[in-house]
């Protein structure tokens, strides 16, 4: 089994910071790509950010230049650093890996529990 860990979220007010991290364990033989999706109330999940195993990322438009996706491939871990936060961004946040496991033969998707981020005005 993989298992995907979120923390970090929380309440912030507008103009803060927060930074998200997800920690990925178990019977994983090697991890593609990682990253970070939200979805607010009443609306569709969305990708936020994601990066490949070669550290090539993207991000969403809204985001650009607020938020920035890292990982830590010795830790199976990644970040979302969020800046400039704002009301909008209000969601729960998920992570989510793309993971080949052990004794597997295809790469599959895993996805965390969520983490609240609540931006005040």
């Known amino acids: 089994q993989v298992q995907l860990v979120e923390s970090g979220g929380g309440l912030v007010q507008a103009g803060g910071s927060l930074r998200l991290s997800c920690v990925a364990s178990?019977?994983?033989?090697?991890?593609?790509?990682m990253g970070w999706y939200r979805q607010a109330p009443g609306k569709q999940r969305e990708l936020v950010a994601r990066i490949n195993s070669g550290g090539s990322t993207n991000h969403a438009d809204s985001v650009k230049g607020r938020f920035t996706i890292s990982r830590d491939n010795a830790k199976n871990t990644v970040y979302l650093q969020m800046n400039s936060l704002k009301p909008e961004d209000t969601a729960v946040y998920y992570c989510?890996?793309?993971?080949?496991?052990?004794?597997?033969?295809?790469?599959?998707?895993?996805w965390g529990q969520g983490t609240q981020v609540t931006v005040s005005s």
């Open positions: 989510n890996i793309l993971a080949l496991p052990y004794g597997g033969n295809r790469h599959a998707d895993y």
């Open positions: 178990g019977r994983i033989f090697s991890i593609n790509a």
